[in-house]
């Protein structure tokens, strides 16, 4: 079956840091991969998203690259912010019938100035 | 803008009780979702539905039902409330053909 597992952290870094957050995935067929971000009391929004293989999806500084031969889309961002403290969400779709998402089990991101 | 909400953003209920949620978007897609949220688990799928009185079962669904009487409005529904239910529940929406899943911003159960 499908399935995606990613670092879950907590982790904790200072501002300006290098962040990566690893994610793998099983899957039959092609699928499309999202990393959603989820802000404190707030529902989960997509951060970014990517449809199929070497393509790179990129939002708000942080980019993700589909890659087939790994089965990899990990999240990296240069320097983060204090803003960017958030749980983030790995996901994978496939199409054919369902169109449900299987998520990660998240990372919680705390950066602190 | 896309606009999901929920109907409340916390909730306490006592064990045994019927506890309805409701879910409404305004952006007339087919597919509606209800997950659960729990610490060191991430999401879990309950219950989906991609057109109006249809419903299919998720990863979890004990304890839960659904019901979608129009395209806009997905209710779950737990029929006898128990503390193992205590969550947050987002229920979100898609299209077909995998754009994204838009999120409302949770309900946080709390059964006692």
């Known amino acids: 079956g499908n399935s995606v597992t990613q670092m879950e952290g907590p982790v904790t870094l200072s501002e300006e840091a290098f962040l990566t957050i690893n994610c793998t995935y099983t899957?039959?067929?092609?699928?499309?991969l999202f990393w959603y971000v989820q802000y404190p009391g707030e529902g989960l929004q997509l951060l970014l998203k990517a449809t199929k293989a070497d393509d790179k999806g990129s939002n708000k500084g942080f980019e993700a690259t589909y890659r087939k031969e790994t089965t990899s889309f990990h999240l990296e961002k240069g320097s983060v912010q204090v803003s960017d403290s958030a749980v983030y969400f790995c996901?994978?779709?496939?199409?054919?019938?369902?169109?449900?998402?299987?998520f990660g089990k998240g990372m919680k991101l705390t950066v602190n100035p | 803008d896309v606009k999901v909400t929920q109907s409340s953003r916390y909730l306490v209920k006592r064990t045994g009780e019927k506890v309805f949620l409701e879910c409404v978007q305004d952006m007339d897609h087919e597919n509606m979702f209800w997950y659960r949220q729990d610490p060191g688990l991430g999401l879990r799928l309950i219950y989906f539905s991609y057109d109006v009185k249809m419903k299919e079962k998720g990863d979890i669904p004990e304890g839960y039902s659904v019901s979608r009487e129009k395209k806009e409005r997905f209710s779950l529904i737990l029929e006898s409330a128990s503390t193992n239910q205590t969550s947050m529940y987002l229920c979100?929406?898609?299209?077909?053909?995998?754009?994204?899943?838009?999120f409302g911003p949770g309900t946080r159960l709390t059964v006692t």
């Open positions: 979100a929406t898609g299209t077909s053909g995998f754009d994204q899943q838009y």
């Open positions: 996901a994978l779709g496939t199409q054919g019938g369902s169109e449900k998402l299987v």
């Open positions: 899957a039959t067929g092609y699928p499309s």
